[in-house]
């Protein structure tokens, strides 16, 4: 982590232009402001579920940051707001998933954060961890087989996740015919009340890889652009025929698990400030200004472009219709619903 | 079935040969398609339905999977939500349960749960059912559990010319299709198929014998016994008419109605167990929409309420039915 914060240093870019800095910062701050949304909305009563990512910034801004739009798959987990801004998706999408409207890609019916976009390549997935993977590894079956070279899909899911025999049979399958996948897991250290000592006797995720005979990484989550260089690599090897990837980024979840869940019941507050010292948004604030990527003033304006949009985009989602009670009978087969037929 | 004409070709086939044959079909017709599954590869399937196939198809087509049931239907569902056409098969319907979740909360609910964006075209084959001495975990049928699903198609033909065209009609249908093959009328039962491509919509029961006395309605391997049965009672003087259902979600609801409302009895026949089987959804709905047509009350014919059939002989043969057992409880319904 060490090698991107000292001032007077030469950055260390993994060959991310400024403007590619900034968008990554843009995204981290656009995650954290959508967050407290989301959280502020369900204490207005304005919707009745929220979940946020907090300390998955860096993470995952810096990982859609390697993902080739128009070609890659992204199968993500309900963790994942800033993978989905960053493929493409707008606050406005993202709050019609928060307000459960009828303009939602899932047409109000999944909970939040459970979004899909076919037009941005983001497969749709229920909230049953592990079951997206075998999907990520089925659609990169289809890649290959289909010889279509310059593609690869991002499968991402948390380190509890890793506990499910399905993650074990995906990574699995994937390593036999060496499929153009990248398995993303987002350690933040708590599967909701679980720590992660009582989820597998060996922590260190990533040297799981081993076993399967594929390469494993594990890098600093906190750091967007180490996280870039880690999943543009895994991407590229994938891309080019290179095989599988199973890459460990080392986070922490600063909130509850969602808004139902109160997590000084089972871990203390001392713990989170503690993790809070290296919260990746201000840390990486000061990397971009510290080496002139970014002045004072053009933080201050980000912030209040963040705001701007976030604000505007709650009120526009807000004023949207519900489904109505008809929506409930539609698209469960080709053609009308009838029961019994 | 599709209406033929007197010029048209047949094949006499038996079961396996019909399954084998659609599936060779689909794999020549569509690049799309692509089989997944326990030993579907060089040994071609534990019935030998796709054996060559992989000689032929090559095995990026026929895909010799690990020993994972959830990620052969999880895996099948990712390669239909991005554009193939995968044909999984569980070895034994006995093997289904570790893929409960894929089925029921993936592939049921993938183009509900996201408004239409994303479908999944997916066929899951697996045999099931016993009178094979298949015991606990080789001959169970499991077509209750997954009937309660929304989203789930479910095909169950006893005829390999209903096979062939209800196969093709799941093969070429835009959602999730579980078929169920009978395993002990895989060989035992032939008939003519005809040749070509032909489906059979999905949700069209067959009236197979028609009779005044009493209806009963089956599927699989006890739609053969119900209709010798069925014949050992015109002997005697008794009509009954028999309906296969051939599809048990969507199920012909008309079909069952309009032939309740005339012989006014009811008698459901299934290898399932009794206790919320397919048959108490039959009576229920007969019971809500058809009750004073009836002259007696809907019978059940079914298994009894324990886990399966054992492995020793005398332990199936009082779980399974015979056409003489069914002889029985149609000429105690008829005498009512």
């Not at chain 1, 969602?258 to 990746?280: F, W």
């Not at chain 1, 080496?291 to 933080?299: C, Q, T």
């Amino acid at each position: 982590m060490a090698k991107t914060d000292t001032k007077g240093k030469k950055i260390e870019r993994n060959g991310l232009s400024d403007e590619q800095l900034r968008a990554m910062f843009r995204n981290m701050l656009l995650q954290r402001q959508l967050d407290n949304r989301g959280f502020q909305l369900n204490r207005q009563g304005k919707v009745p579920f929220a979940l946020g990512s907090e300390g998955h910034e860096a993470l995952q801004a810096g990982a859609a940051m390697a993902f080739h739009r128009g070609k890659d798959l992204l199968a993500p987990y309900y963790r994942d707001l800033g993978l989905a801004l960053g493929i493409g998706l707008t606050p406005y999408e993202i709050l019609l998933s928060l307000f459960a409207r009828a303009a939602d890609h899932n047409g109000g019916r999944q909970f939040p954060n459970h979004y899909s976009s076919k037009a941005a390549g983001l497969m749709s997935f229920s909230s049953i961890l592990a079951a997206h993977i075998p999907h990520a590894v089925g659609a990169a079956y289809a890649m290959k087989y289909r010889g279509e070279r310059g593609r690869a899909v991002l499968v991402t899911c948390g380190d509890g996740t890793t506990s499910e025999g399905e993650w074990h049979e995906s990574v699995n399958f994937a390593s036999i015919h060496k499929l153009p996948v990248v398995f993303l897991v987002e350690n933040n250290l708590w599967a909701i009340s679980t720590p992660i000592e009582h989820q597998m006797g060996q922590p260190e995720i990533w040297k799981r890889a081993a076993g399967y005979g594929i390469p494993g990484h594990r890098f600093n989550g906190f750091d967007p652009i180490e996280t870039y260089g880690n999943v543009n690599e895994a991407l590229d090897r994938a891309r080019s025929g290179g095989g599988p990837t199973l890459l460990e980024g080392m986070c922490y979840r600063f909130l509850a698990h969602s808004t139902d869940d109160n997590d000084m019941t089972y871990r203390t507050k001392e713990e989170v400030t503690e993790h809070r010292k290296d919260d990746p948004v201000p840390r990486f604030e000061r990397v971009l200004l510290d080496h002139d990527v970014m002045s004072g003033d053009d933080v201050e304006q980000l912030k209040r472009d963040v705001l701007r949009e976030t604000n505007e985009a709650t009120d526009r989602a807000e004023a949207m219709p519900y489904p109505t009670a008809a929506d409930l009978y539609t698209h469960l087969y080709e053609g009308a619903w009838q029961p019994w037929q | 079935m599709a209406v033929s004409s007197p010029t048209q070709t047949t094949q006499l086939m038996n079961n396996v040969d019909a399954v084998r044959a659609t599936l060779y079909d689909a794999m020549k017709n569509d690049p799309r398609t692509v089989i997944l599954g326990e030993d579907v590869g060089a040994r071609g399937n534990v019935f030998l339905i796709t054996k060559d196939f992989s000689k032929e198809f090559g095995p990026q087509r026929v895909i010799d999977t690990p020993i994972a049931e959830a990620s052969i239907v999880g895996i099948a569902v990712g390669m239909a939500m991005e554009g193939l056409r995968p044909i999984a098969e569980i070895q034994f319907a006995d093997f289904i349960y570790p893929a409960f979740n894929q089925i029921v909360g993936e592939a049921a609910k993938t183009r509900y749960r996201s408004n239409g964006e994303y479908t999944c075209p997916l066929v899951i084959r697996t045999p099931y059912g016993g009178g094979v001495r298949g015991a606990l975990s080789h001959s169970v049928s499991i077509e209750a559990l997954f009937y309660h699903v929304p989203g789930l198609k479910i095909l169950a033909p006893a005829f390999p010319a209903d096979v062939k065209g209800l196969l093709n009609a799941a093969i070429d249908d835009p959602d999730p299709v579980l078929f169920l093959e009978h395993k002990k009328t895989y060989r035992l039962i032939k008939g003519e198929v005809p040749d070509g491509h032909y489906t059979i919509p999905i949700g069209k029961a067959n009236v197979l014998k028609e009779g005044t006395a009493l209806t009963v309605v089956s599927y699989g391997l006890y739609v053969h016994w119900a209709l010798e049965a069925a014949q050992q009672l015109a002997d005697e003087g008794i009509s009954v008419e028999v309906i296969d259902l051939r599809s048990i979600r969507p199920m012909d609801k008309t079909a069952i109605l309009q032939s309740v409302e005339k012989t006014r009895k009811l008698l459901i026949v299934h290898e399932d167990n009794k206790f919320g089987g397919i048959g108490a959804e039959i009576s229920a709905m007969v019971a809500e929409e058809a009750l004073f047509s009836l002259d007696a009350p809907i019978r059940r014919h079914c298994a009894p309420d324990v886990p399966a059939m054992g492995y020793a002989e005398p332990l199936e043969h009082e779980y399974m039915s015979s056409p003489a057992k069914i002889a029985d409880a149609m000429r105690e319904l008829a005498r009512f």
